[in-house]
């Protein structure tokens, strides 16, 4: 059973920087299509950073140049650096596995198969 573990949410002040780690078991084999999403209270849950089996990578626009998403393979982990964190950042976010390589990235929820159960980011002014 594929499981998904998320770590490193917190309370930040603007303008600083978290580390999100997601724990993936269940499967032995690497390189298959791995997200970021988030959702805010009262809000539809959106995509926020993808990257696919050759690593290539893509994020929603009001992330970009400040969220980096990248993997581990040999520990079968996906993580979200972000940056200059700002308010509109907070949310719930959550890793999701598209259980399947790809060559396009993926930044639609119903693209993927397995979810973690999220980690909180909350980020003050």
């Known amino acids: 059973q594929v499981q998904l573990v998320e770590s490193g949410g917190g309370s930040v002040q603007a303008g600083g920087s978290l580390r999100l780690s997601c724990a993936i078991s269940g499967y032995t084999y690497g390189n298959y299509c791995w997200g970021w999403f988030r959702q805010a209270p009262g809000k539809e849950r959106e995509g926020v950073a993808a990257?696919?089996?050759?690593?290539?990578?893509n994020y929603a626009d009001s992330v970009k140049g400040r969220f980096t998403i990248s993997r581990n393979n040999a520990k079968n982990t996906l993580y979200l650096q972000m940056n200059s964190l700002q308010p509109e950042d907070t949310a719930m976010y959550y890793c999701?596995?598209?259980?399947?390589?790809?060559?396009?990235?993926?930044?639609?929820?119903?693209?993927?198969?397995?979810w973690g159960q999220g980690t909180q980011v909350t980020v003050s002014s």
């Open positions: 999701a596995d598209a259980g399947v390589r790809c060559y396009s990235t993926r930044l639609k929820e119903s693209e993927y198969k397995y």
């Open positions: 990257i696919e089996t050759l690593d290539k990578t």
